[in-house]
């Protein structure tokens, strides 16, 4: 594939006939050019930061907004989204509620491996519930984080060998807290503990470190969504579209319809990023 240099990912604002569309090649995220008879892909791996259904439905989720914008909830993303890219763009949505780096390893990336796809961009969002596996006990805590780091290296090193083109991006999201870095988890409901705040961030740092090592990007949804816990309101509350659109949080650790515009931005923001 030829390079070419690129000064903007996507071009916002310009409209394109799909007779247009299906003559020009386009530019990938990597600046490569694709030929046009070649769809543009995306996959969306992990948990439920990544999934639609605490945001209200199909399309409603971070990696489905990243996908194909709402422009009736979200005008100002409009024309800001992969389909943007190419209008026959594939999604998979390969996240799944409660996932873990285990089911990562062992169900997710073999069904991709097994698929035959080969994607443009991928976003994974993991390491969140492997540590509430191990919620209020701060030594094997301490050890899940280290296994996070390394499991996500390993499947960050199977994804390059997956992707369209080596420099095809790869981003990886950071794990919010929905107390705001008060570590106040009684005023959800959830038993006390003290190091909560610290191994939130040592996990994070992991996460880091292995997208990193691994040439992947990083999504800063927990620097984004600060401020969107318990300093804007109940983050246990149930309504994944509430009034209070500063409220990012819906079941305590559920991003809702608002919490998924903002996981949405984090990944794009990771894209435009290089």
Known sequence: MQRVRRRTLLLV?????????????????????????DPYTYVALGDSISIDQYAGGPGRG??????????????????????????????HLLAVDGGTTRALLESQLPRLESSGVRPDVVTL?????????????????????RSVRVRVGQALGRLKRLMRTP?????VGTVYDPSDGSGEAHRVGLPPWLDVVDILADLNAGLRAAAEDNGA?????????LGHGLRAGNPAQSNPRPDNR??????????????????????????QSR
């Open 13 to 37: 604002g310009t409209t394109t006939s799909a007779a247009a569309c299906a003559s020009t090649p386009r530019e990938r995220f990597d600046g490569t050019s694709a030929e046009p008879d």
């Open 62 to 91: 971070g990696s489905s907004l990243l996908a194909r914008n709402l422009d009736d909830d979200f005008p100002q993303w409009r024309g800001r989204d992969l389909s943007a890219q190419d209008r026959r763009l594939r999604y």
């Open 125 to 145: 969002t993991i390491g969140g519930n492997d540590l509430l596996g191990a919620y209020g006990d701060t030594g094997s805590a301490r050890q899940i984080v």
């Open 167 to 171: 420099d095809d991006p790869v981003v």
């Open 217 to 225: 990007r990083i999504a800063e949804i927990h620097e984004r969504f």
């Open 246 to 271: 500063k409220l990012w949080y819906c079941r305590i650790i559920e991003p809702n319809a608002w919490g998924a515009d903002a996981v949405r931005a984090s990944f794009w923001h990771a894209l």
